[in-house]
């Protein structure tokens, strides 16, 4: 069982280049979400998802685009970087009550 | 829209003294509330948790929380911090009926000096 993984671990863009980040679980779970974190803020919420094939807005999702097109990945997209998206990424994931988090994505826009 | 404060950023300790980090929420409804631990280099993990019941909740690692309704608090605490309890943590909270949508403070970075 390895819980939720995430793919890359670190990359480095130049601006106006996209790429995808996967999260993948295996715990059969309905929610997944997408998190940025920036220090001092927190994790803020990118875009979410409450099962397969739906997909919502979370608090920041201006430059992201997400797809859940089967239950147990959830994919966050970047169409065109900008430096302003350097971050940690972080997937979770929960059925009930307790999000399980990834280890995250450093992504630097250069 | 939900907010979470953190009000200490930076706490430095020496090991053995108390640690107590203030968390305060603004919704007025029913919450649920968490406390995250981020270690150096690692992903998130669950401290503790609140639903309902005794506001006293005990955690992993020595951790407890005490739900103050009248407050908006939840303040995380333990008796003799240790050097491996360097982290950084975060205060969560969804409201009652949000879809488990967590909103996170800012965090607190602890160091505890050996």
């Known amino acids: 069982n390895a819980g939720v993984t995430q793919t890359p671990k670190f990359r480095v863009l130049k601006t106006g280049q996209s790429m995808t980040l996967l999260c993948a679980q295996d715990?059969?779970?309905?929610?997944m979400y997408w998190y940025r974190q920036d220090p001092g803020m927190g994790l803020r919420l990118i875009h979410y998802s409450v099962g397969e094939g739906t997909t919502a807005k979370g608090e920041v999702p201006d430059g992201y685009n997400v797809s859940r097109l089967k239950k147990q990945n959830f994919l966050l997209g970047l169409e065109s970087a900008a430096p302003s998206q350097t971050s940690v990424y972080f997937c979770?994931?929960?059925?009930?009550?307790?999000?399980?988090f990834g280890p995250g994505t450093r992504l630097t826009v250069l | 829209a939900q907010s979470v404060s953190q009000h200490n950023h930076h706490v430095i300790l020496s090991e053995a003294a108390s640690l107590e980090l203030g968390c305060n929420y603004s919704?007025?409804?029913?919450?649920?509330l968490f406390w995250y631990v981020q270690y150096p280099g690692q992903h998130l993990q669950l401290l503790l948790k609140y639903f309902s019941g005794d506001p006293l909740v005990k955690g992993i690692k020595g951790f407890e929380a005490e739900f103050i309704k009248s407050k908006f608090s939840f303040n995380l605490r333990k008796p003799s911090v240790q050097w491996s309890d360097t982290a950084e943590y975060f205060c969560a909270v969804t409201e009652g009926n949000a879809g488990n949508m967590l909103t996170f403070g800012g965090g607190t970075r602890l160091m505890v000096k050996p």
């Open positions: 715990m059969n779970h309905e929610y």
């Open positions: 979770a994931s929960t059925s009930t009550d307790t999000q399980y």
């Open positions: 919704y007025g409804g029913t919450v649920n």
